[in-house]
């Protein structure tokens, strides 16, 4: 079922190629994979950094995806109009996906903190369980999606908390 671009993605399988020759990756495969990786990417994006977006989606409720959204504004305090998905959306989903793309569940992996463990001990190997931190803890940090997201996040919030 191919991608509709603003109901279940942000960008094109067309849109994330060009994005990804842009910066020297690739984004190439069987179309149903990248479709997958798209969709992937998408919820990833939304998952992780809606609560930072400023604003709230302009069809409210029925809206998928959360942009495009009203009374947005990027941190510089600019209005992002109502009906844009904001470049800056659309390059991080691109990142997202070809992490999705190269390797399925990358960016949402299950965890189960209990079997998390760490080396402690070299001599006579000794393994300690990792409880502390839970789930979150173990989630990937993508730093260059955090950095093409930077403009966005906040927006009024942050300016109120600068003043």
């Not at 495969?29 to 989606?57: C, H, M, N, P």
């Not at 904001?86 to 070809?98: G, H, Q």
């Not at 006579?124 to 996040?153: C, H, K």
Request: aromatic share 6%.
């Amino acid at each position: 079922m191919a991608i509709t671009v603003g109901t279940d993605g942000y960008i094109s399988i067309a849109e994330a190629v060009a994005y990804a020759d842009s910066v020297g990756a690739s984004f190439d495969g069987v179309v149903a994979d990248q479709e997958a990786a798209l969709r992937r990417a998408t919820r990833w994006v939304d998952a992780t950094y809606r609560i930072r977006f400023s604003g709230y989606k302009t069809a409210k409720r029925t809206q998928s995806l959360e942009w495009p959204r009203t009374d947005a504004e990027d941190a510089n305090g600019e209005e992002i109009p109502v009906d844009e998905i904001p470049v800056e959306i659309k390059d991080a989903t691109a990142e997202a996906a070809i992490r999705e793309l190269a390797k399925p569940g990358v960016l949402a992996p299950d965890v189960v903190p209990g079997e998390q463990k760490v080396l402690t001990q070299v001599g006579e190997i000794s393994w300690t369980s990792l409880a502390s931190g839970g789930a979150d803890a173990q989630r990937p940090v993508v730093s260059v999606i955090d950095g093409i997201l930077a403009p966005l996040i906040g927006g009024k919030t942050n300016r109120l908390l600068r003043s």
